[in-house]
């Protein structure tokens, strides 16, 4: 589950960037809280090297596309989150944070799946480089595809079993469940 780390005041991202933490701890920045996240699962690092995969994949033909796993999102002064991935197609920085998001995923875990399907889905939709948002769930076969379209969201009704989706980011490709899930014991 993630916890609060120790912190006097709130924080600014610049702030956040200049945090050590501890050991191999991912941290997310949120209200100007620094944040601990909880491990991931083995099913859910498996179910994010597939994603990688796939939208790799989907993204050969495509430079200056690329798909960057943990990299972080600055959404504001006071909140930097890191989505499991992010495909921007701006040019690499070196920097820990991606800029111009254009796809991002989030696998969801227990410790993490009412955060993602709230407070950081709404933080996703409101930038506006983010195209896309696929949500899949670590634990069951549970997928939803948020897709922008003008001045509006579409949302997928859940995926399941061996269903396929088309993502408008990687050019049309099919996406089928079947890959992302591959291994991971779903």
């Not at 796993?69 to 600055?74: D, Q």
């Not at 933080?123 to 549970?142: F, G, H, K, M, Q």
């Not at 969201?153 to 980011?169: K, M």
Request: proline share 5%; aromatic share 6%.
């Amino acid at each position: 589950m993630a916890e609060a780390a120790t912190a006097k005041r709130p924080v600014t991202v610049e702030e956040f960037l200049a945090f050590e933490g501890e050991g191999d701890t991912r941290y997310e920045l949120v209200d100007g809280v620094i944040v601990a996240m909880a491990a991931p699962s083995e099913a859910h690092g498996t179910i994010v090297g597939n994603v990688w995969g796939a939208i790799d994949a989907g993204l050969r033909d495509r430079p200056p596309y690329r798909a960057v796993v943990g990299g972080g999102v600055a959404i504001d002064e006071r909140n930097w989150l890191q989505p499991d991935l992010v495909v921007t197609c701006a040019p690499p920085e070196g920097r820990r944070q991606v800029a111009e998001p254009v796809l991002v995923v989030e696998v969801l875990s227990e410790s993490s799946r009412d955060r993602d399907l709230g407070s950081k889905l709404q933080r996703y939709i409101a930038l506006p480089s983010v195209r896309e948002i696929w949500l899949i769930d670590s634990a069951v076969r549970w997928v939803q595809l948020w897709r922008r379209a003008e001045n509006a969201w579409i949302v997928t009704l859940p995926l399941s079993g061996e269903a396929t989706f088309r993502s408008e980011v990687l050019g049309g490709a099919e996406i089928a469940l079947d890959a992302l899930y591959r291994n991971s014991g779903l």
